[in-house]
């Protein structure tokens, strides 16, 4: 059985960890060629508080909420029961909007296993709504603990209100009367709202110092109060308005992401070349050759340029967002970025077909799940891994600026 924990004494790493298992859900677990930690670093740096599972912007708000509600329980226990009960209500109130419209566990429902505060939960704390360390059974203890400290104060001054800290920034808009039981609850923000969660993600930092901030593009891109479809943030009609240093930023970040697709294709030609040859394999095979030859055809040789000259940035990245980008996976970066001076060569050259298949397999073949490695793990593989080119969480962000751009009433 698999099980991560920790012990529940130091705040601060737990929540570096609870950021991490965000950051990590909705991604390819696999990650075949150890690609994660880069990419979460400049998804870190850019929409700080989002993790890819995220797609409505209204649910900071909504966890809020719900939380709250449940502060009014007496024990911790009371406490997290009546945040599920309410998170329950939540899917009710909001299901008559169907599927693929975001809705958290609008299929599972009351079988849910990751309710919406556990998915929102470190969103909060990077966007400074949550105001308390660690996870929900600790800000629970500590409602409570509060609850009890006021108490006490109170029967030394007689005749005071009582005050307790729920942990969550009090400033907030209000929730719509009767929450989380409201008819026709929806994502529609009222202006209020809009106004609080752009500033919010506008000023959001994974690193509490504000280290890295300068690179945060919510603020630029929430200015645009039109709807996009913009298929990665590169293409942003701010883009051109961002300031120098965020401009530079996305712009290695997509460098970055283009090199990195060709290793991602040519490591599924490698697995390809390996599985038995029927008429399904040699389409497969054929499909990720075509892949990579338009790849190759259209990669920008000003990216690899640009790329090759900053790689050396990599590892302050990870400081600054908490990744440890390891040396091998520089060394991979840089081997691979020398390569594509001639991109058009790769599939036929022994060396970075070599180089591909080998990273894979150091990084899998000793948990027993490499594919280059071996034929059970070859027969399980679905065609293609990791095909789609990296964005950086762009598609979850885009939605929640798609929602702050057009509030009610605004």
């Not at 109060?225 to 009609?237: I, M, V």
Request: one cysteine or more.
């Amino acid at each position: 059985m698999n099980f991560l924990g920790w012990i529940d004494h130091d705040a601060e790493q737990e929540d570096a960890i609870l950021r991490g298992l965000g950051a990590a859900k909705g991604q390819d677990a696999r990650d075949e060629l150890g690609l994660g930690t880069i990419r979460d670093s400049f998804a870190d740096l850019f929409f700080p508080g989002l993790s890819t599972i995220q797609q409505r912007v209204r649910y900071f708000l909504f966890v809020q909420w719900c939380c709250e509600v449940a502060a009014s329980q007496g024990e911790s226990d009371r406490i997290l029961s009546r945040l599920r009960e309410n998170e329950e209500a939540l899917i009710h109130s909001l299901k008559h909007l169907g599927e693929g419209q975001g809705v958290i566990g609008i299929v599972s429902q009351e079988d849910l296993e990751r309710m919406p505060s556990e998915i929102y939960w470190n969103g909060l704390m990077v966007l400074g709504m949550r105001r308390t360390r660690g996870n929900r059974q600790r800000w629970a203890r500590q409602v409570a603990a509060s609850r009890s400290s006021a108490r006490t104060d109170n029967l030394v001054e007689e005749g005071s209100r009582p005050s307790i800290n729920l942990g969550f920034d009090p400033d907030r808009p209000p929730p719509p009367e009767g929450f989380p039981k409201v008819a026709d609850l929806d994502f529609t923000l009222n202006g209020d709202e809009a106004d609080f969660l752009r500033a919010r993600l506008a000023n959001a930092c994974v690193d509490s110092t504000g280290r890295g901030h300068e690179y945060n593009l919510f603020g630029a891109f929430s200015r645009y109060r039109l709807k996009t479809n913009a298929r990665t943030p590169w293409d942003h009609p701010r883009m051109s308005s961002l300031k120098p240093e965020a401009r530079d930023m996305l712009l290695l970040a997509a460098a970055f992401a283009q090199l990195m697709h060709g290793a991602v294709i040519l490591y599924n030609v490698c697995v390809s070349r390996l599985m038995p040859s029927n008429d399904t394999t040699n389409h497969t095979l054929s499909s990720h050759v075509t892949a990579f030859s338009n790849w190759a055809k259209d990669l920008n040789p000003a990216d690899v340029t640009l790329f090759a000259q900053r790689i050396p940035e990599l590892p302050a990245l990870g400081l600054m967002t908490r990744h440890r980008i390891d040396e091998k996976a520089i060394s991979f970066v840089r081997r691979w970025t020398q390569f594509c001076a001639e991109p058009e060569k790769l599939l036929d050259n022994s060396a970075a077909n070599r180089l591909v298949s080998d990273r894979e397999v150091f990084l899998k073949a000793g948990s027993g799940i490499s594919r280059i490695r071996f034929s059970k793990q070859r027969e399980r593989w679905g065609g293609e891994s990791g095909s789609q080119q990296m964005d950086f969480r762009w598609h979850t962000a885009r939605s929640c600026l798609n929602d702050l751009a057009t509030p009610a009433h605004a």
